[in-house]
């Protein structure tokens, strides 16, 4: 009897390990609790999922994405199916035979908020709908505010980097940003870091010189010729592109209104100033915003 019931206590440990062992694959999909997107661009719902192989191989896969609780079919396999208000404006961007389910909307708009979920059919296993974890987007009519930031001392012959950060939803389709340096030249900045989903960078590197004396933004030290003139640009590569723009000192005194603002006789005691691009943005948009882009 004792016998008996340690054998049948050796199977229970074996279930037990065997139910917690790591390698147990089950059926769990990891996306975002919520992703943020813009009206009338893309946004990418990152996804994987797993499934109970148990070392065989299933090569035929059929995911489908659903909108609200399997009210609409976002993306299917087979396009066919997908629903009107999707139909051509959804895909995957990875593979489903690599276990990713990531979906990419365009031409986001509002009705496009809800909750999103993921199904997985595959032939020769089974089906199943991890609706569980899902994801619900949202959809803004307005973009995020981009910061732009340079280094504090600047001294004439060593370069010098200005970085603007801008936040985005669609990988795919990068926000443009123009860097305008002085009135003349203006260079479209490669992203830094294209494949990060959130914040992409761009920089700008730049040798302030005695000689090119209006590319400052900020002057401390007296080695930039003093008394010269300096032109400030403010651009935005926004869309609209901005129409009004405003200066400030750092005491909140209104400047100018103009793209350009010229600083007579710069002087050690240059404070730092910034400036605003203002436009109407969005077809929806109910009043101007404001990018507020701070030069120091
Ligand atoms: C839900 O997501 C978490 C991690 O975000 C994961 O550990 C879990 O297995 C998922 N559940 C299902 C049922 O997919
Ligand atoms: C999985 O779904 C497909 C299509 O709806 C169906 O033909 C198939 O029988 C389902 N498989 C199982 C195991 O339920
Ligand atoms: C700048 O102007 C001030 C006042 O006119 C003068 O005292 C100073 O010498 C000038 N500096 C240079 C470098 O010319």
Request: with cysteine; glycine share 6%; aromatic share 8%.
């Amino acid at each position: 009897k004792q016998k008996k019931s340690l054998i049948l206590n050796f199977f229970l440990l074996l279930v037990i390990l065997l139910s917690v062992s790591p390698t147990a694959v089950e059926w769990s999909a990891e996306m975002p609790k919520s992703v943020v997107g813009l009206s009338g661009s893309c946004v990418v719902i990152p996804c994987t999922f797993s499934y109970p192989a148990k070392g065989k191989t299933y090569t035929e896969f059929t995911g489908i994405w659903y909108k609200g609780y399997y009210e609409f079919i976002v993306y299917h396999t087979d396009t066919s199916k997908i629903s009107d208000t999707f139909k051509g404006r959804t895909s995957l961007t990875g593979d489903l035979l690599q276990n990713d389910c990531s979906l990419k909307i365009s031409s986001l708009s509002s009705s496009d908020t809800g909750p999103f979920l993921f199904r997985i059919e595959i032939k020769d296993l089974d089906n199943f709908s991890y609706g569980q974890n899902q994801t619900s987007v949202t959809v803004k009519e307005t973009p995020e505010i981009p910061t732009v930031s340079v280094e504090e001392e600047m001294t004439s012959g060593k370069p010098v980097t200005a970085t603007c950060a801008v936040s985005h939803s669609c990988p795919s389709d990068l926000p443009r940003v123009t860097w305008n340096y002085d009135g003349t030249h203006s260079s479209l900045s490669q992203p830094q870091n294209p494949s990060q989903l959130k914040l992409t960078s761009y920089t700008l590197t730049f040798t302030p010189s005695r000689e090119d004396h209006n590319k400052h933004l900020m002057v401390s030290k007296p080695s930039v010729k003093e008394n010269d003139s300096v032109e400030l640009t403010c651009s935005s590569d926004s869309n609209p592109p901005a129409n009004s723009y405003q200066w400030f000192s750092s005491n909140g005194m209104l400047l100018g209104n103009k793209h350009t603002h010229k600083l007579e006789r710069v002087s050690r005691h240059t404070r730092a100033i910034s400036c605003t691009a203002i436009n109407t943005l969005g077809k929806k948009s109910s009043g101007p915003q404001k990018i507020n882009v701070l030069c120091k």
